[in-house]
């Protein structure tokens, strides 16, 4: 991984609570670790279903800050 990738992973598993390859409680994440999405100038980056978000995006962020995830209904 390059770029901080590794510092933003370890943000999303803890802010989740999942590890790579997992899916949160709720169903809504699932974090998986790619080699390539096609933009190694803008390294690293994130996809969140069909967005992508570029390092410049989210680098500056500190911590890295994500909405608490929705509840679903009982």
Known sequence: MVNGAEEIRATIEKHLGIKEGE???DGL???REVECLGSCANAPM?????????SNVFLPLRPISFPPAPSLPS
């Not at 994130?46 to 570029?54: F, K, M």
């Open 29 to 31: 994440f699932t974090l």
């Open 23 to 25: 899916t949160s409680k």
């Open 46 to 54: 994130i996809q969140l279903n069909d967005d992508y978000y570029v």
